[in-house]
């Protein structure tokens, strides 16, 4: 019964959190799943529609290597629509200037047939698709010139060439397909991947070559009207580089055109160089250049027909929807809306990570609930039922021969049952109880009392064992209670960090960008992770010149200036490669510096002391130092205050409350070991940015604090961890001061004057009289003191932690630049 309850609270607790998610997540995916479809249909119609036009393309007048290097590439990418693009690409064939459907068809035969060979052995990957194209074309091709008997080495050339350029075509496809096929997972493309984009469209433009409408040729009017899409999108270098490209590949196509290579170069530099303005002026920037170029190479006509090529293209770009524009835009590197898309995936990979540990979070709550439910529901019904089963088996063992049964149990219950209760309480009192001690009224009313009082002293053994691990298990189930707990809070904690990570924060990042260029400095990007007061992070990529060290001599000044608080250097990489860029963290300074000290020793100079100490920055703008003594001295008692402190220092780094991480502590202890050990534990949490002090004295002696010539003591009230199952913790909480010197110490140091003199007394009148200010001499100084009290004698493990506390000065002043204003940070997501 306890066991299906565990699982009906459990599986409650859990169903109830994940249903909602399961039900936006299903409304979501069905949404998603119909755009997605959609968007398909369309991209795969651009696909067969560029496989026709590259199955008509041709350069040099007689090669064709664009349409079986398009069919490979599908191949692997969208096999489901692979029909439809041979059969577009064998109509593109049919009209082309130079006919070779005869070769397409044979050179797509030959591929399949080499790619199901490959699939039979298990061999085929897409990494192969280069080379079979290589290889169907160059055999078909050398089988063709073989059998009309037209092989010279011109033949055996241009052949080489042709498969050569299918070979390096199908590279690029491979490259540049993806975009259109929907299997690219994010926006960001490498330029060469741009690059291998526009040599795909180049190519498919050559696929309109001779095509006329009136006197406007549709390859020129296509080209530059890509050249006006690149040059809106990416400025003068894209704009260039388009007119470079696709100039280049349609001179090839058409040898009358060799001039459009240096006119469409010049026209998308000029379009490029005006994107600042709007479309029009883009597009004045690309009839400038065209005319330029038309007046000076061409006739009158030819500069008619330019003209109305350009205004064709540049009224289809003015009619092109701005959303196509957006989405082109996302595709190239360094342009706004990249940068936002990239911003708004990650934002939403926030989200969604948020809400999934927000999900977890409650998982967790909702466990540990459930097992503090079944640790504290009917403990009282509980506690009578076992009663019950104690008395049952006495009576069953004793009471069932016996015959005055009826008589003692069924007309004289309550008094039979109140004896056996009172009897049962005196063996709890006194384990050892012999028949002597048994009172003549229980005599007299039972004929078989020797019988029942060793039946009862057996049972009750069996009870008591029986108490012993039911009792374990209930102080597991609340160790797991309390770290589930735990656990919750720290991911709920994660969850907010994590929002508030996402936080726009643009603003402020263009205002230090603004203040630092003014100052001159060159800034390649600033990424503020975070602004709260205490916690700033910002992440800068600039120039690196060596020798000048402008971020700690002015960029960390002026953000310090601009935030309101100390801002400093906290970590700085230089990038590889040679790029000459280094990536610098900025982050709060500390206010305050913590400088340590220890000094010990073993019982009777042993190597090992029971003694363990820790001075270790959290990571949390907070500083730890602790002192943990472990029961008795030596090895074993090292062992458990080593890992005390351990497990203790674990549990507050990963963000759980102090309280929780003491309890915890105190459970794992008395769970770990069978034997009654137990450490004591004395922690100092100093923050960092306010010197606020948080003592967690757990059975510790006390600690002082000597600030000037003023010495106080810090002491707290609780027992050792690894004692009792529940203990209460006492935090201590004091704002220390620069220049307090905060010493902890273990009770071989602290109980060194005997039982006869007020220790705190006589400890504070020794710190008193230590003039040093340095820790670590401090500690060596009372160390010694307490030797020359014992004439040299070690009588106890001693150990003493000596912190001094100062306020830091900032390295480099802060200072004012005309027109720089502080900042406004933004709200924190509660």
């Not at 809306?337 to 909702?366: C, H, I, M, P, W």
């Amino acid at each position: 019964m306890q066991r299906k309850s565990v699982g009906a609270v459990i599986g409650g607790g859990v169903s109830g959190v994940w249903q909602k998610a399961k039900t936006g997540a299903h409304s979501a995916a069905v949404e998603n799943r119909f755009v997605q479809a959609f968007v398909a249909k369309k991209w795969t119609l651009l696909l067969i529609i560029m496989a026709f036009l590259l199955g008509r393309a041709l350069i040099l007048e007689q090669l064709s290597p664009f349409a079986l290097a398009f069919f490979a590439v599908i191949y692997f990418t969208r096999k489901d629509i692979l029909h439809w693009v041979g059969i577009a690409a064998f109509a593109g064939s049919l009209l082309s200037l130079h006919m070779h459907t005869g070769y397409l068809i044979t050179e797509i035969i030959v591929f399949l047939l080499m790619q199901k060979a490959l699939e039979k052995f298990e061999r085929s990957d897409l990494s192969l698709a280069p080379i079979l194209v290589f290889s169907s074309t160059f055999l078909v091709q050398l089988f063709a010139q073989l059998v009309v008997s037209n092989l010279s080495w011109y033949t055996v050339m241009m052949i080489s060439v042709e498969a050569v350029l299918s070979l390096v075509l199908t590279l690029i496809f491979i490259q540049a397909i993806p975009v259109f096929t929907l299997t690219r997972k994010n926006y960001q493309l490498k330029h060469e991947e741009i690059i291998c984009l526009i040599i795909l469209l180049a190519s498919v433009m050559t696929g309109t070559v001779s095509w006329f409408v009136g006197p406007v040729t549709l390859e020129h009017v296509l080209s530059r009207y890509l050249i006006l899409l690149f040059a809106l999108v990416g400025g003068a270098p894209f704009g260039a580089s388009v007119g470079v490209i696709t100039g280049l590949i349609l001179s090839l196509a058409n040898s009358n055109a060799i001039y459009q290579m240096s006119l469409l170069a010049f026209s998308g530099m000029l379009a490029g160089l005006l994107k600042e303005g709007n479309r029009l002026a883009v597009a004045f920037g690309m009839l400038l250049g065209s005319s330029i170029l038309s007046f000076y190479m061409g006739t009158g006509a030819d500069v008619i027909n330019s003209t109305w090529e350009s205004l064709t293209a540049v009224a289809l770009f003015l009619l092109t929807p701005r959303s196509f524009i957006m989405t082109l835009a996302k595709y190239v590197p360094g342009t706004q809306e990249n940068l936002k898309s990239q911003q708004d995936y990650a934002k939403r990979v926030r989200d969604v990570t948020a809400g999934r540990v927000e999900q977890f979070s409650e998982v967790f709550r909702q466990l540990a609930r459930s097992f503090k439910q079944l640790t504290t529901d009917d403990a009282v019904s509980r506690k009578e039922e076992e009663v019950g089963h104690f008395m049952n088996a006495v009576s069953q063992k004793t009471c069932e021969s016996c015959w005055k049964k009826s008589q003692c149990w069924d007309q004289k219950f309550y008094q039979t049952y109140t004896f056996m209760t009172d009897m049962m309480t005196s063996i709890e009192m006194k384990e050892d109880m012999t028949k002597k001690n048994i009172p003549q009224e229980w005599k007299k009313v039972c004929v078989r009392t020797d019988q029942v009082l060793d039946m009862m002293k057996q049972q009750y053994g069996l009870y008591k064992n029986d108490m012993h691990w039911k009792k374990q298990i209930m102080d597991s189930r609340q160790l797991v209670a309390d770290q589930l707990s735990g656990v919750s809070q720290v991911m709920e904690d994660l969850a907010k960090e994590i929002k508030r990570e996402g936080q726009a924060l643009f603003l402020q990042e263009e205002q230090i960008r603004n203040a630092l260029e003014e100052l001159g400095l060159s800034i390649h990007s600033i990424d503020i992770i975070s602004l709260d007061e205490g916690n700033v992070q910002i992440e800068i990529i600039h120039p690196y010149t060596k020798g000048f060290d402008e971020c700690r001599k002015i960029i960390a000044p002026l953000l310090s200036e601009i935030l309101g608080e100390n801002v400093a250097v906290k970590r700085e990489d230089m990038h590889e490669r040679g790029e000459g860029y280094s990536t610098v963290v900025f982050g709060s300074a500390k206010e305050y510096d913590i400088e340590t000290g220890v000094a010990g020793a073993a019982k009777g100079g042993d190597l090992f002391s029971g003694d363990s100490f820790s001075t270790v920055e959290l990571g949390n703008g907070k500083y730890a130092v602790a002192l943990s003594d472990g029961m008795g001295n030596g090895e074993r008692a090292r062992a458990e205050s080593q890992a005390a402190l351990s497990i203790l220092q674990q549990l507050l780094q990963s963000g759980m409350d102090e309280k929780l991480a003491i309890k915890s502590l105190n459970s794992v202890l008395m769970l770990r070991s069978s034997d009654e050990m137990y450490a004591t534990v004395d922690m100092a949490l100093i923050d960092m940015y306010s010197a606020n002090t948080t003592f967690m004295k757990i059975g510790s002696t006390p600690s002082f604090i000597k600030r000037g010539s003023e010495v106080i003591a810090i002491s707290a009230n609780n027992l050792p961890v690894g004692i009792l199952n529940e203990i209460e913790v006492d935090l201590v909480s004091i704002a220390l001061q620069s220049g307090d010197i905060l010493v902890m110490m273990t009770d071989g140091i602290y109980d060194a004057p005997g039982h006869a003199v007020n220790k705190e007394m006589w400890m504070k009148r020794l710190i008193q009289e230590i003039d040093t200010t340095l820790p670590q001499d401090f500690a060596d100084c009372l160390l010694e003191r307490i030797f020359r009290h014992h004439h040299g004698e070690i009588q106890d493990d001693m150990t003493v932690v000596v912190a001094r506390v100062e306020r830091q000065q900032p390295e480099w002043a802060t200072f004012r630049w005309p027109g720089i204003t502080r900042m406004e940070r933004p709200k924190t997501v509660s």
